[in-house]
């Protein structure tokens, strides 16, 4: 029997993630790079210089990328840029106009900065600033939320902005999806959708006038209870986002990251074999 070749495929190579099971090094944070119709963009750059030793030790080289994007404001994604920048001095990337805002945790008892290192705010000129849906390569797209009132999930959430020298609840404007529009259907990429992976197939669609076939990236899903690794939604939240995985007929769902353990395994409960789990190092086909 042959091998049915698969239509206009999208790589995707985990550089680093929270977890590894070799010899890479991993991190809290989330780098890929997305390789699709001879372009190859890298969508963040975790924390540390880490994904770049990986992607060395790989083989890989990152110079030359087509396209850079970062994800989000915050230092897990956004703190490996000063490395990648200081590597190929002509390399630029696509953020959100806000990306470079402050922006606070509550998580832990205390509100703290997790906003873009100021080693990477002093390369702040190599950042391209993105407002509207916009098509960055043929194909490729970055899409911002569009949906109302996500001030509501940054209060719930204890994420935070600062304006005015006043703390208010983040509104993640500075949130970007990354949207590959391929012949199976939209290949969606949102690192850590903290706009609620609900609004973000919605918008993308919206937006793109097509289904998504693929959502890859974290699920912001991991808590803590009782000093313990939990998921931070309740069952019933998780029972509403796997309903809408499946309206969605979203047919791979690759996760990790922000995630967490007990949230996987109940979006493995409700979704079975559509959901496959973000290491280091892994490299996979849609």
């Known amino acids: 029997m042959h091998n049915t070749p698969i239509p206009d495929p999208v790589t995707v190579t985990v550089l680093v993630e929270n977890t590894t099971d070799g010899a890479l090094r991993c991190e809290h944070g989330l780098s890929l790079l997305v390789e699709w119709r001879g372009r190859r963009i890298l969508l963040d750059a975790g924390q540390t210089d880490a994904f770049l030793e990986n992607?060395?030790?790989?083989?890989?080289?990152?110079?030359?990328?087509?396209?850079?994007?970062?994800?989000?404001?915050?230092y897990d994604h956004a703190g490996g840029f000063e490395a990648l920048l200081r590597r190929d001095p002509v390399a630029q990337?696509?953020?959100?106009?806000?990306?470079?805002?402050?922006?606070?945790?509550?998580?832990?008892?205390?509100?703290?900065?997790?906003?873009?290192?100021?080693?990477?705010?002093?390369?702040?000129?190599?950042?391209?600033?993105?407002?509207?849906?916009?098509?960055?390569?043929?194909?490729?797209?970055?899409?911002?939320h569009s949906t109302a009132n996500l001030a509501q999930l940054g209060a719930k959430n204890k994420l935070y902005r600062q304006a005015n020298g006043e703390l208010l609840p983040d509104d993640f404007s500075h949130e970007q999806s990354l949207v590959l529009d391929t012949a199976l259907g939209l290949v969606l990429f949102n690192s850590c959708s903290h706009g609620g992976a609900a609004n973000i197939l919605r918008e993308a669609r919206a937006a793109l006038g097509k289904p998504v076939y693929a959502y890859i990236g974290g699920l912001h899903l991991k808590g803590k209870k009782a000093g313990r690794e939990s998921c931070a939604l309740s069952r019933t939240e998780m029972d509403d986002l796997c309903g809408a995985f499946l309206r969605e007929n979203v047919r791979h769902i690759y996760t990790g990251h922000c995630?967490?353990?007990?949230?996987?395994?109940?979006?493995?409960?409700?979704?079975?074999?559509r959901v496959h789990t973000l290491t280091t190092g892994l490299r996979f086909v849609v």
């Not at 060395?56 to 989000?72: K, N, P, R």
């Not at 696509?94 to 390369?123: N, W």
């Not at 995630?259 to 074999?273: F, H, M, V, Y």
């Open 259 to 273: 995630t967490g353990a007990p949230g996987l395994e109940l979006l493995r409960q409700g979704l079975g074999e």
């Open 93 to 144: 990337v696509y953020a959100q106009k806000s990306a470079f805002e402050p922006y606070l945790s509550g998580s832990g008892g205390r509100v703290h900065d997790i906003g873009i290192p100021p080693a990477v705010a002093e390369q702040r000129e190599r950042f391209l600033p993105v407002e509207n849906t916009t098509e960055i390569l043929p194909g490729v797209y970055l899409v911002p």
């Open 55 to 74: 992607a060395d030790a790989l083989g890989i080289s990152l110079t030359g990328l087509d396209a850079c994007v970062l994800s989000h404001g915050h």
